[in-house]
């Protein structure tokens, strides 16, 4: 692929070139997953309820009830609620990530669908951007299960809980930004061990979903402000709690700041991949 005309000096970083044909390509995955979409589903969101039920009903028996701050003040709240409003943020980025990784990186690399689709008047822009939408969507499918589960087990009943589809998506839109950085980069399934030990699985202890970041060192608890899933735990358990978020605005803002440079960043990597 040329990301630049005749004569102009070769740059990956240019502003994306997109158009509605980014369209086809995301209506493609869809209809692909439709063919599969039950044992997907299943094997999304069994691994979440199982933290749930584990931790929620076993280790909320002990706990009991944790402090959670508030603009009100602090307000103690189930552990099985807390936790619910925090794996549910958990499991849009899970989703996202694992579809953005594993499943882009077959497309693009192992079974060369990338390649078949950009015979067609389709540019590796609008490519990237369906990926990235597709994986956001994808999650959201997973987490609408999960959160019907939850509804079902009386966990939260809060009319609130309708406006976090939309940040659910958001932070699904985000984590597939991230982890389409990892699959420009990635040579083999191997790879994205990295990405999974050293990133996720550090920021699911980090951003509140099993306990409240009070309880972290001053220096942790401010590295672990600026995460993304903690914004995205910030935003959406106050809605499990019937309240609204507290400075919503900072939140959805430092999600749009990892979406738009994580996008840019993995488009100009890709671009890089495809000119070799």
């Not at 740059?11 to 980014?22: C, E, M, N, Y």
């Not at 552990?79 to 499943?103: D, P, Q, R, T, V």
């Not at 969507?137 to 939850?150: C, D, G, N, R, Y």
Request: charged share 10%; proline share 6%.
């Amino acid at each position: 692929m040329n990301t630049t005309t005749v004569g102009e000096t070769p740059s990956h970083w240019t502003a994306p070139r997109l158009s509605g044909r980014w369209w086809p390509v995301f209506l493609r995955n869809l209809l692909v997953w439709k063919k599969l979409a039950v044992p997907s589903l299943v094997g999304n969101i069994a691994e979440p309820l199982m933290w749930l039920v584990a931790f929620g009903y076993g280790m909320g028996a002990l706990v009991g009830q944790v402090n959670v701050s508030t603009p009100q003040g602090m307000v103690a709240v189930p552990y099985l609620l807390f936790l619910a409003s925090g794996s549910i943020c958990m499991s849009a980025m899970n989703a996202a990530s694992f579809e953005a990784l594993y499943s882009a990186f077959s497309r693009m690399h192992v079974q060369k669908t990338w390649d078949g689709i950009m015979n067609a008047p389709v540019s590796l822009d609008d490519v990237v951007l369906a990926e990235m939408l597709w994986a956001g969507f994808k999650a959201l499918f997973s987490v609408t299960a999960i959160m019907v589960v939850m509804l079902a087990l009386g966990i939260s009943h809060s009319p609130k809980l309708l406006l976090a589809w939309p940040v659910l998506l958001g932070a699904g839109i985000t984590f597939s930004c991230i982890a389409l950085v990892f699959n420009a980069l990635a040579k083999g399934y191997d790879f994205f061990t990295y990405y999974f030990t050293l990133f996720l699985t550090p920021m699911m202890f980090l951003s509140g979903v099993f306990f409240p970041r009070e309880q972290l060192p001053a220096v942790v608890k401010f590295i672990s402000d600026w995460l993304p899933l903690t914004n995205a735990v910030e935003l959406v358990r106050p809605l499990f709690m019937d309240q609204w978020p507290e400075k919503p605005w900072l939140h959805a803002s430092v999600l749009l700041a990892y979406t738009v440079v994580g996008f840019w960043t993995a488009l100009a990597l890709t671009r890089k991949r495809f000119d070799r």
